[in-house]
């Protein structure tokens, strides 16, 4: 069972580049969603997404794009990096919204905006 | 706004002894879950409870929900250098299903020295 995959592991982009994060699960979870996590700040979210087709602002959405067009999948988009983007980010998902069954993380990725 | 303080951000304890670390929140959550996370990879759920007063086990850990669901705590008995890690708690607030958003504290660093 692979549960939660993030590609890639650590990046460096320079200021005004593009990028996506990648992001698949096969435990076909219906909620996905990503986070950052900064020294201080904790786990903030992105965006989320309850199922294919639906996905929705978190707490800090600016910056990011998501789409969800396959259950497995979930990929996040930076248009055009920002050193405050420096962060790790983590993609989770459940089974239903977490309350009960709780979420999955995937291993992070590590990424530098210089 | 933080809407979960964990308290002591950092505990460095001596293996064998015990040690209670918390979560409070002025919010009313509809659960509470506890991860820990290891440097490099992203959290892993331990425990959700979802009833005010529940008390969970988990082997030598310890999870209690307040009764106004306001607030938890982990304790953990003779603690081994095993447990060593970064333990997070996150609340959620159910609107409806499918709209629920978890929030994390900033978490508690301990660290078990053998």
């Known amino acids: 069972n692979a549960g939660v995959t993030q590609t890639p592991k650590f990046q460096v982009l320079k200021t005004g580049q593009s990028m996506t994060l990648q992001c698949a699960q096969d435990?076909?979870?219906?909620?996905m969603s990503w986070y950052r996590q900064d020294p201080g700040m904790g786990l903030r979210l992105i965006h989320y997404?309850?199922?294919?087709?639906?996905?929705d602002q978190g707490e800090v959405p600016n910056g990011y794009n998501v789409s969800r067009s396959t259950t497995e999948d979930f990929p996040l988009r930076l248009l055009s990096a920002a050193p405050s983007q420096t962060s790790v980010y983590f993609c989770?998902?459940?089974?239903?919204?977490?309350?009960?069954?709780?979420?999955?993380f995937g291993s992070g990725t590590r990424l530098t905006v210089v | 706004t933080q809407l979960l303080e964990q308290s002591p951000q950092f505990l460095s304890i001596q293996e064998g002894e015990n040690l209670t670390v918390y979560c409070n929140s002025s919010?009313?959550?509809?659960?509470l879950q506890w991860y820990r996370q290891e440097p490099g990879e992203g959290p892993v759920l331990l425990v959700t409870?979802?009833?005010?007063?529940e008390v969970k086990k988990l082997k030598r850990l310890t999870f209690q929900f307040g009764d106004a669901r306001k607030d938890s705590s982990l304790h953990i008995t003779a603690a081994q250098p095993g447990d060593t890690g970064l333990y997070l708690c996150?609340?959620?607030?159910?609107?409806?299903?499918?709209?629920?958003?978890?929030?994390f504290g900033t978490g508690t660093r301990l660290t078990i020295i053998p």
């Open positions: 989770a998902s459940s089974f239903e919204a977490g309350e009960r069954y709780g979420y999955t």
């Open positions: 435990m076909n979870h219906e909620y």
């Open positions: 997404s309850v199922g294919a087709g639906i996905t």
């Open positions: 919010s009313v959550f509809s659960s």
């Open positions: 409870v979802v009833t005010g007063g």
């Open positions: 996150a609340g959620a607030r159910s609107q409806n299903f499918g709209n629920e958003k978890l929030t």
